[in-house]
Structures are given as structure tokens and as C-alpha cells.
């Protein structure tokens, strides 16, 4: 499969300070976030992705997570703080919180759509689609409008968007809340497998305290917002590659995951006595 | 039963609807309940429409209309689209233009009619105006809406898939776009035969409009639905291919 992926650009190294950045494939600094004339969501957001790491960010609903993921995409102009990039844009991958797909467009093409943008041809960018499809368990399924796809279906599609373009640094705002828990651990092994092997660093969002440090090498606990900061930062020092199921049961898991509760009990908890 | 059976008995139904009406008006017109002055046996209008074709002087009107309603509409098509497509890309120029078209929307726009005889004179021109402006003015609202109403998350994935602005144009705007456009086509198509039409009442030489007015001054009844009955076909034509277009151009809607 390596042989046919080659056919895309591949991505050019940093642009700009990559001795600044040094292994980094993302470092965020300062980072202050605001919609309009409100207060800030998030304040002084300081954190950095190395090459191949898996960093998850919790934090309460609302407190501005999908807003920094949209700032690292450039989706959303910080107040103050800057991000920089150690890999080309076209070298980062977002999967959103919602799965809109072009509705106008088969599954197959929108999978091709970003292959067509980086340059491909349509044929070519086409077969390539339905290799990813079928990677993903969606065979066959490739001439369905997205309405014709039920809510999982159209996820992994998404996820095929993203993936074919084989991005460096992924972003992913809690990509499989909406599937049930059947389709949800599946897919999440195998993402988590194509992740580990092709050594993609990733910022994943998630609710799931369990999902966070099951996935990751770091967790980053962002408290209650408004002006919210980064409270808390644990390394999770479970080897690779994982096995979801078989993760939990390590012995770093359980005393993990009551840490992380407390921290965010408590960072939850600071605001409604300010 | 089946989605085409049930298809298959409305249209029966309403045939059957359609029949008993005709049926009841031509007994009433025989048996002197309606008074065929005003509303002549259906027998006789089918006659009337017959002579009128036969007589082949029918066709250069037809021409008339249809090439003014046609040019009106293909014309208010690109001026509406192009004007609302640029007023909702550039701020400074909806400013300019929206209040001008809030007011053409508002008025009956049929009573330009008088004042582009006027200025296009009796002929083709004054006809194609109306009708353009008919229909301009109408999708205007429908691409402007339409880009106001573009999902920006759609906007956010071709970007964050590496497309420009013109792959953004092309794979968002467009087809949302193309999907208000085709709402508002019958509507559109309807606009662009008034337009032809009462261009032809108010001064002309030619036109089913015309002879409609003509008719109208001799107390023809069974002239005037005749041509009422043309130019309802060939309206209902061009729904045919609106509605063929639409499901062709909006598959993905209704797959
Ligand atoms: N377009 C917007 N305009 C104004 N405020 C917004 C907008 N989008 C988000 N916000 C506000 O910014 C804050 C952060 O929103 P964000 O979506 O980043 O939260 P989140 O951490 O992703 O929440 P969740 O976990 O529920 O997805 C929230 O308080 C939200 O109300
Ligand atoms: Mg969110």
C-alpha cells in the first residue's frame, strides 16, 4: 500500500524555525482565544507535539477545546500567542466534531477530494479513495451520497478523507462521540494502529477520560473556561503499540484515571466559587 | 402498494377529476345551465383551438412569445445570478444593490410594463425587458440567499483539505447555490411568460398576448381559452424539463 501512497507529495520539511521547534511537529505558545467581545475561552495555552506523539486534551464541555484545534488549523485567529507548524499545512489532517461530508458528492469522491487538490488525477485519485474505503469496512459503499450512510458510515468516511492525504499531524475533535460503542472501539483500534505504525503525531479532544489515556502519551487537563488554562499534564508510561481493551487493564491505568478525575472535579469545581 | 401505484392511482384520480369537470361544463353549456357566451362548451374550445392551428397564422405569434420569454428568462437567469452571486462576495456592492432590489421585489413589477414600451418601443425589446426583470429580480434573492446560506463547516473542510478559493467557489458555492436556483426555476419560468404576455397587452403587434387582447375586444370566449389553454402548455412544458433538470442536477438529494 506504501507503493501506491507514494504517488502524493510528500510533505516538506518545517518552513519556518525548525531549530526553534526541534523535534516538534507543533508547538503552541501563549495561545489566548476569543470569540468577538466576549472574554476569552482559553488563555496562555502552552503546549508542544512531537514527531509521532499522541497527545490528549480533556477538559470541560464548553471550556474551548474545539477552538484551539481550530486555531492550530488556522481555522481561527488567536488573540494573542502564536502556533507554529513543523510540517507543511497540507501535512495536517483535521477530523471535525461533526461528520459534514459535501452532500453533493459520493462517498468515493469526497474521500478523493483532497487527493484531487494535492494534484492527483481523477482516476487515480478515485481508486485511491476506494482503497481507503474498503480499509475502513465501507467496500462497495463508495457510490452512496452521504445521505444514504448512516452516522457511523459517514465518520469513517471522514476519517478516509483525512487519512488519504497520509498527514504527519493529525487533529481530531472528538472524532467517534456520536458512534455506539461496538463501531466506536473498532475503529478507534484501527486508527490507532494506522497511527502508531505510520508514526503520525496526533492531538485528539475527547470527553473520554478512559479514550485519553488509552490513546495517548501525554494528557493536557484544561480547566473551566472562561480564560481557561492548561491545569494539569500527565504522562501516560504505557508501551506501544496498544491494544484498547487490553490497555485498560495495565497497572498505570486505574491510578491514572483517578488523578485525572480529581483534577478535573476540581478544576470544574474552582469556578463555581470564584 | 408501492411508491409507483400510489403514483399511478393519484394521476388516475385526478384525470378522472379533470374528465367529470370537462364532462359536467360541456352538458351544462348543451343544456343552456351555462351560458355559453361566457363559457363555451369545452367541444367548441377544443374546435377553436383546432381552426387556430390549422390556419398555420398561429406560429409567428407562438414565436413571438416564446422567443421573448425565453430570451427574458435565460437573461434574468444570468443577471440575477451574476448580480447576486458578486453582491454576496462583495459587501460594498450589496450594500448598494440591495435596497434597489428590496424595492423592485416589493412592487408588481408587471406595471414597468407602460414605461418599457416607452423606452424598447412596441417590439421583441419591450417584452424581453419585463420579462427579464421578472425574473432577475427573483433569483437575485434565491443565488444571494443562497451563498448567505452556505454551510461554512463545508467552507472549513475544502480548506482544511488543501482547496483554494476557487476549489471553495466550485465545490460549495456552486452547488448550494445550484440548489436554491432550481427551487425557485418553476416559479422563474411562470415569471418569464407573464412578463412575454402582458408585455404583448399593454402595446404590440404580434404575440399571444395579442391575440388574447384581441379576443378579449371582440367577446371571443372560446378564443380566449384556447390561447389561455397554449400558453398553459407550454408553461407546463418547461416545468417538465425544470423538474427533469432539477432531479438530474439535486440527485444527491433525493437518491
Ligand atoms: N462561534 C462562536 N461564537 C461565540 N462563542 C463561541 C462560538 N463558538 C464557541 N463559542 C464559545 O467558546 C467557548 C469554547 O467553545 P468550544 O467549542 O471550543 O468548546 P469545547 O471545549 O470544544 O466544548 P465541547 O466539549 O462541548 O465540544 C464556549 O463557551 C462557546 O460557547
Ligand atoms: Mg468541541
Known amino acids: 500500500m506504501s507503493a501506491r501512497l507514494q504517488v502524493l507529495p510528500q510533505p516538506e520539511p518545517a518552513p519556518r524555525a525548525p531549530e526553534a521547534l526541534g523535534e516538534r511537529l507543533l508547538a503552541v505558545r501563549g495561545l489566548t482565544l476569543r470569540y468577538g467581545r466576549n472574554p476569552p475561552a482559553v488563555e496562555e495555552v502552552e503546549f508542544a507535539v512531537a514527531a509521532g506523539e499522541l497527545v490528549s486534551l480533556v477538559g470541560p464541555s464548553g471550556c474551548g477545546k474545539s477552538t484551539i484545534l481550530r486555531a492550530i488549523a488556522g481555522l481561527h485567529r488567536p488573540e494573542r500567542g502564536t502556533v507554529e507548524l513543523g510540517v507543511a499545512r497540507r501535512a495536517l489532517g483535521f477530523l471535525f466534531q461533526d461528520d459534514a461530508l459535501l452532500p453533493w458528492r459520493t462517498a468515493r469522491d469526497n474521500v478523493a477530494l483532497g487527493l484531487r487538490f494535492a494534484g492527483m488525477s481523477r482516476r487515480e485519485a478515485r481508486a485511491e479513495a476506494e482503497a481507503w474505503l474498503a480499509r475502513l469496512g465501507l467496500a462497495g459503499l463508495g457510490g452512496r451520497y452521504p445521505a444514504q450512510l448512516s452516522g457511523g458510515q459517514r465518520k469513517r468516511v471522514a476519517l478516509a478523507q483525512v487519512l488519504a492525504l ?18 466506536r472501539q473498532q475503529v478507534t483500534q484501527e486508527l490507532l494502529r494506522w497511527v502508531e505504525r505510520e508514526g503520525i503525531a496526533v492531538v485528539l479532544v475527547t470527553h473520554d477520560l478512559e479514550e485519553a489515556i488509552a490513546l495517548a502519551d501525554r494528557v493536557l487537563l484544561l480547566g473551566q473556561g472562561p480564560r481557561a488554562r492548561i491545569q494539569a499534564r500527565h504522562p501516560v508510561d504505557i508501551p506501544r503499540p496498544r491494544d484498547l ?4 487493564g495495565h497497572p498505570a491505568f486505574a491510578p491514572l484515571y483517578r488523578r485525572l478525575w480529581r483534577d478535573l472535579s476540581r ?8 | ?17 379533470l374528465a367529470l369537470l370537462l364532462a359536467f361544463w360541456e352538458w351544462g353549456a348543451r343544456a343552456g345551465v351555462i351560458d355559453p357566451f361566457y363559457a363555451p362548451a369545452p367541444s367548441t374550445v377544443a374546435g377553436t383551438l383546432f381552426a ?10 407562438i414565436a413571438a412569445t416564446f422567443s421573448a420569454a425565453l430570451l427574458g428568462l435565460g437573461a434574468g437567469l444570468l443577471i440575477g445570478g451574476l448580480l447576486g452571486f458578486t453582491a454576496a462576495l462583495i459587501r460594498p456592492l450589496a450594500d448598494l444593490l440591495e435596497p434597489f432590489m428590496m424595492l423592485l421585489n416589493a412592487v408588481p413589477r408587471v406595471i414597468l410594463a407602460p414605461l418599457f414600451v416607452i423606452w424598447f418601443g412596441i417590439d421583441l425589446g419591450s417584452k424581453v425587458a419585463l420579462s427579464l426583470v421578472l425574473v432577475a429580480v427573483l433569483v437575485f434573492f434565491a ?51 407573464t412578463g412575454a404576455v402582458v408585455g404583448e397587452f399593454v402595446a404590440s403587434s404580434r404575440g399571444l398576448g395579442y391575440l388574447l387582447s384581441f379576443a378579449q375586444s371582440t367577446y371571443n370566449a372560446a378564443q ?12 407546463l412544458l418547461l416545468f417538465w424539463l425544470g423538474g427533469w433538470l432539477e432531479r438530474r442536477l ?5 437518491p
Open chain 2, 250 to 254: 439535486l440527485r444527491w438529494r433525493h
Open chain 2, 52 to 61: 387556430l392551428f390549422q390556419g398555420g397564422t398561429l406560429y409567428p405569434h
Open chain 1, 245 to 248: 481493551v487490553a490497555v485498560r
Open chain 2, 224 to 235: 380566449t381559452l384556447a390561447l389561455i389553454l397554449i400558453v398553459m402548455a407550454f408553461v
Open chain 2, 143 to 193: 443565488v444571494y440567499n443562497g451563498i448567505r446560506d452556505v454551510d461554512r463547516r463545508l467552507v472549513e473542510r475544502v480548506l482544511t483539505l488543501g482547496g483554494g478559493r476557487l476549489a471553495v467557489l466550485r465545490e460549495v458555492y456552486l452547488p448550494s447555490v445550484t440548489a436554491w436556483v432550481m427551487g425557485s426555476l418553476r416559479v422563474a419560468v411562470g415569471f418569464a411568460f
Open chain 2, 1 to 17: 402498494m408501492s411508491a409507483s401505484d400510489r403514483g399511478l392511482s393519484v394521476a388516475l384520480r385526478r384525470t378522472l377529476g
Open chain 1, 267 to 274: 478544576a470544574m469545581g474552582r469556578e463555581e466559587t470564584p
Open chain 1, 166 to 183: 497520509r498527514p504527519r499531524l493529525l487533529l481530531m475533535d472528538e472524532p467517534f462521540a456520536a458512534l455506539d460503542a461496538i463501531v
